[in-house]
């Protein structure tokens, strides 16, 4: 059984910063893909970031140089640094791990940017 605990969500001022964490527990394969999406009202789900295990990174072309994704492997942990927060940054973030053909969520971890 795999899990992956959020935390770090909240609400912040537009051109704030917020760190979101995300550690994840069970039989995890050692080659793994972990990341973030987000889903906003009324939209459909999005890639936000990935990190591979081997140390690749994706990012979505709207958080580029504003967002930054790292991991930790020793403790199947996963972060979000957000910078430079937008009111669109608003949404519910998921944390994904993905191995072997296998996709597992967390619970999600609410976002709000005011502006």
Same mark, same amino acid.
């Given at each position: 059984?795999?899990?992956?605990?959020?935390?770090? !969500?909240?609400?912040? *001022? @537009?051109? +704030?910063?917020? %760190?979101?964490?995300? &550690?994840?527990?069970? $039989?995890?394969?050692?080659? /793994?893909?972990? !990341?973030?999406?987000? *889903? @906003?009202? +009324?939209?459909? %789900?999005?890639?936000? &970031?990935?990190?591979? $295990?081997?140390?690749?990174? /994706?990012?979505?072309?709207?958080?580029?140089?504003?967002?930054?994704?790292? %991991?930790?492997?020793?403790?199947?942990?996963?972060?979000?640094?957000?910078?430079?927060?937008?009111?669109?940054?608003?949404?519910?973030?998921?944390?994904?791990?993905?191995?072997?053909?296998?996709?597992?969520?967390?619970?999600?971890?609410?976002?709000?940017?005011?502006?």
């Amino acid at each position: 059984q795999v899990q992956l605990v959020e935390s770090g !969500g909240g609400l912040v *001022q @537009a051109g +704030g910063s917020l %760190r979101l964490s995300c &550690a994840a527990s069970g $039989s995890i394969f050692r080659s /793994n893909v972990m !990341g973030w999406y987000r *889903q @906003a009202p +009324g939209k459909q %789900r999005e890639l936000v &970031a990935t990190h591979t $295990s081997g140390g690749s990174t /994706n990012y979505a072309d709207s958080v580029k140089g504003r967002f930054t994704i790292s %991991r930790d492997n020793a403790k199947n942990t996963v972060y979000l640094q957000m910078n430079s927060l937008r009111p669109e940054d608003t949404a519910v973030y998921y944390c994904n791990l993905q191995f072997v053909g296998l996709n597992y969520w967390g619970q999600g971890t609410q976002v709000a940017v005011s502006s």
